[in-house]
């Protein structure tokens, strides 16, 4: 019998895509998961303009004068109460000498009553640690002489003084403790903003740095502008003065008043000298320009500006308080308009540097960590307000 041919197809091998699908799904995944992390990621933060720059550096420089007159004013509190608790402890031992010094008195009566075979509860009265807690004993007492009731009655005084004063140094020491935790911790925000404003500038390219010395030497020149128009007004309100002065004097003498230069006298007398006393104040910070700014330094290498202002009219035989916080309550508040050779000028709203005013607009004072004692406009920075120290 004859073989049936097979119907059957033959079978297709027909390659799987299963890979090529696998592979395609991952891409798309890792596609979208780069697009979604795209997405979240924080935008990159601009870098500031260098007038940016300029300005959040001046204002470091600001905080950290604020923080140098916190360190100066913390500097003398702790120097301050140093020297209370030395004088303390030193009154305090003096107090125990003495309270020993009586107690041996105590001792030599208690021993005399003993050899003399006195009763036994007054000896123990005269030796004991505590000799207080026998005063309320009115029968021992009215066996002791009047004197050695006095130096019992010493003793007592003497042993409350000194528990007084051990008290009180106790106090005092604390006090110092956190006067010099205030002078660490003002310190270190100096050193702070310094970094701070160090770092910023340390960023700037050649371009930048260039821009920004451009900046400021357009900002001196507006400075030294307004010095000039200062320095005009002023010399014209001294001329007008003059004239008028000289008017004054004219009329009374045509007067025929006898004593026509006393009015006048008085106030020239006063005038002149503050004016010595300012020549002096002049003269010696003259002689410190080109020295360093060194925050918190009082002289005589290097100053801060408040410790050049004290310097100064210490020369003038003036004692100025040692902050800026302090100097600007000193004397009298003068205008900007009426300011005089010597006047200190403060600035800022936080009066956190001060000046010494020399004429026609200029100051001489320690500008700013990495600058020298130098001349300049007062209007370099915003003015808070002037004092005639003496």
């Given at each position: 019998m004859p073989v049936l041919a097979s119907h059957r197809k033959p079978r297709t091998r027909v390659r799987s895509t299963t890979p090529a699908v696998g592979f395609t799904t991952a891409a798309l995944a890792s596609v979208t998961?780069?697009?979604?992390?795209?997405?979240?990621?924080?935008?990159?933060?601009?870098?500031?303009?260098?007038?940016?720059?300029?300005?959040?550096v001046d204002d470091l420089y600001r905080q950290a004068g604020s923080a140098t007159q916190q360190y100066n004013k913390a500097k003398t509190a702790s120097a301050q109460q140093r020297s209370r608790v030395d004088s303390l402890l030193e009154a305090a031992a003096k107090r125990a000498d003495k309270l020993n010094e009586t107690r041996r008195e105590l001792g030599h009566y208690a021993a005399a009553q003993y050899r003399g075979g006195a009763i036994a509860p007054t000896a123990t009265f005269f030796l004991a640690d505590d000799p207080q807690a026998y005063f309320d004993q009115d029968q021992l007492m009215a066996r002791m002489t009047a004197q050695q009731q006095k130096a019992v009655?010493?003793?007592?005084?003497?042993?409350?003084?000194?528990?007084?004063?051990?008290?009180?140094?106790?106090?005092?020491?604390?006090?110092?403790?956190?006067?010099?935790?205030?002078?660490?911790s003002s310190k270190q925000q100096v050193q702070n903003k310094l970094a701070e404003a160090r770092t910023l500038l340390s960023k700037l390219t050649a371009e930048e740095k260039a821009r920004l010395a451009e900046l400021e030497r357009k900002k001196e020149a507006e400075a030294e502008r307004k010095a000039e128009e200062l320095a005009r007004q002023q010399a014209a309100a001294a001329k007008a003065k003059a004239e008028?002065?000289?008017?004054?004097?004219?009329?009374?003498?045509?007067?025929?008043?006898?004593?026509?230069?006393?009015?006048?006298?008085?106030?020239?007398?006063?005038?002149?000298?503050?004016?010595?006393?300012?020549?002096?104040?002049l003269s010696f910070a003259r002689a410190q320009i080109g020295k360093p700014y060194v925050w918190g330094a009082t002289g005589p290498s290097s100053y801060d500006c408040s410790g050049l202002t004290q310097a100064a009219w210490k020369a003038a035989g003036v004692d100025l308080p040692r902050t800026t916080w302090d100097q600007v309550k000193v004397g009298t508040r003068v205008a900007t308009a009426d300011?005089?050779?010597?006047?200190?000028?403060f600035f800022y709203d936080d009066i956190s540097h001060v000046g010494i005013y020399k004429g026609d607009g200029m100051m001489i004072h320690a500008p700013k960590p990495g600058a020298n004692v130098r001349e300049e406009s007062i209007y370099y920075m915003p003015i808070y307000g002037s004092v005639r120290p003496a």
């Open positions: 998961l780069l697009s979604t992390q795209s997405a979240t990621a924080a935008p990159t933060e601009p870098k500031p303009s260098v007038e940016e720059v300029q300005k959040k009655g010493d003793f007592r005084t003497q042993q409350n003084e000194a528990a007084a004063k051990r008290v009180e140094a106790t106090k005092s020491l604390e006090t110092l403790t956190e006067s010099q935790a205030t002078l660490r008028a002065d000289r008017a004054a004097e004219e009329e009374e003498a045509s007067a025929g008043e006898a004593d026509s230069g006393t009015g006048t006298g008085s106030g020239t007398g006063s005038d002149s000298g503050y004016a010595s006393k300012a020549d002096k104040v300011l005089q050779p010597g006047d200190l000028v």
